[in-house]
């Protein structure tokens, strides 16, 4: 993996470009006894921050693939809306 952070930071410098280590996530996505021995990522740059769940393009994605925590995202907007539409 720090092979790959490692050409991700070259082409992101050729391109004029920065990693934001305030904004990048790591998760490691597979059933907990497969990934839990794993060590968090370290860089001389920085760290990411673990997370269980993050989104991406509009879709959460949970570290053990289910659906549950963007059906609740999902759930809890179309709800907000629907209070608003129904207070009008």
Same mark, same amino acid.
């Given at each position: 993996?720090?092979?790959?952070?490692?050409?991700?930071?070259?082409?992101?410098?050729?391109?004029?470009?920065?990693?934001?280590?305030?904004?990048?996530?790591?998760?490691?996505?597979?059933?907990?006894?497969?990934?839990?021995?794993?060590?968090?990522? %370290?860089?001389? +740059?920085?760290?990411? #921050?673990?997370?269980?769940?993050?989104? &991406? $393009?509009?879709?959460?994605?949970?570290?053990?693939?289910?659906?549950?925590? %963007?059906?609740? +995202?999902?759930?809890? #907007?179309?709800?907000?809306?629907?209070? &608003? $539409?129904?207070?009008?």
């Amino acid at each position: 993996m720090k092979l790959y952070f490692q050409q991700l930071q070259v082409w992101a410098n050729n391109n004029d470009m920065v990693v934001n280590f305030n904004k990048t996530k790591e998760i490691v996505m597979g059933p907990p006894s497969k990934t839990s021995h794993l060590p968090p990522l %370290h860089f001389s +740059a920085g760290h990411f #921050e673990c997370a269980n769940s993050v989104k &991406l $393009l509009g879709i959460n994605l949970d570290a053990d693939f289910s659906w549950k925590s %963007h059906i609740e +995202a999902i759930t809890s #907007e179309a709800t907000q809306r629907l209070y &608003l $539409l129904k207070k009008t």
